[in-house]
């Protein structure tokens, strides 16, 4: 009778092992296209991914580099104040995006020429919706930020 406790133990401990293993597995199997490492420019010029690479690069569009070209291409560079990659996009901007803001884009690097295929602007830190602004200074905690 004891034999077959252990047995069955034994057999327990192994499907359990089995199920997560196969599990882990389908996981890392349907992030493998969803998952994208995020680099800054500086990382980019040290160590240039392989050009199917698809990562994240972010850093602020860097002064007096935007050009919009003929159609819906876009070109500018973003720099992290270490170096700078230039950037290709064909789409419609954010609003938010302009020189000297902050921005994250999505793509490849492509003959040393990142292709991005989605353009995300980021706005300041001390940015506050207006209504929470309005909620603060009812309650007399609001404090101007320092410019």
Known sequence: MKGLKKQRRIQVIVAAFVALTLATVLIGYAMRDGINFFRSPSEVAAEPPAPSEVFRIGGLVEEGTLVRGQGETIRFSVTDGGASVAVTYRGVLPDLFAEGQGM????????????????????????????????????????????
């Open 104 to 147: 994250v884009g999505t793509g490849r690097l492509v003959n040393g020429v990142f292709e991005a295929s989605e353009i995300l602007a980021r706005h300041d830190e001390t940015y506050m919706p207006a209504e929470v602004v309005d909620a603060l200074k009812e309650q007399g905690v609001y404090q101007e930020p320092e410019t």
